[in-house]
């Protein structure tokens, strides 16, 4: 029985000696110019606007029960114009490289519903804009030449 104690007590001193011990440091990274330094490469520039392919994502959720029916790569100042072959409703999602303000203009320049003015977002902001068959809406973007933006047109029915 005192051999037994006397292994459990020796044990528990092994024990309690390991975990005290101090922990390992890592090693030290290389210093620039060092021997065995390696070259790193920045990592690749990352395209601050989201994809077409992104933006024509949102239509479920953001246009339920419309279908997409243009993309607009780079829509400033005027693009992707919509001709109505019947009565439609259209919104679009787009996505800039800063705030622009855009909205859905017909052939005379009358704006059909609001405009939005921010960075991303859905136009018009509260709601599908309408054409009625026969005429044509266009987007239009009001942003500095440089800005990036990209848009993608929903329709109803």
Known sequence: MNARLAIL???GHLGVAACGGA????PAPPAT?????????????????PSL???A???ASEAPLMREIARAP??????????????????????SSRSVKIAFADGANV?????TVAAAGMVPPKGPACVTKGDALHLVVDAPPETVVRAVIFAAP
């Open 9 to 11: 007590f020796v044990l």
């Open 74 to 95: 780079s829509a400033a100042p005027r693009s992707a114009e919509v001709r109505a072959e019947r009565d439609l409703c259209l919104r679009a999602a787009f996505a």
């Open 23 to 26: 922990p390992a440091r890592a």
């Open 57 to 59: 994502a949102r239509g």
């Open 33 to 49: 110019g060092a021997p065995g330094a390696v070259a790193r490469e920045a990592p690749p520039a990352v395209d601050p606007v």
């Open 111 to 115: 704006t059909r519903g609001d405009a």
């Open 53 to 55: 392919d992104a933006l």
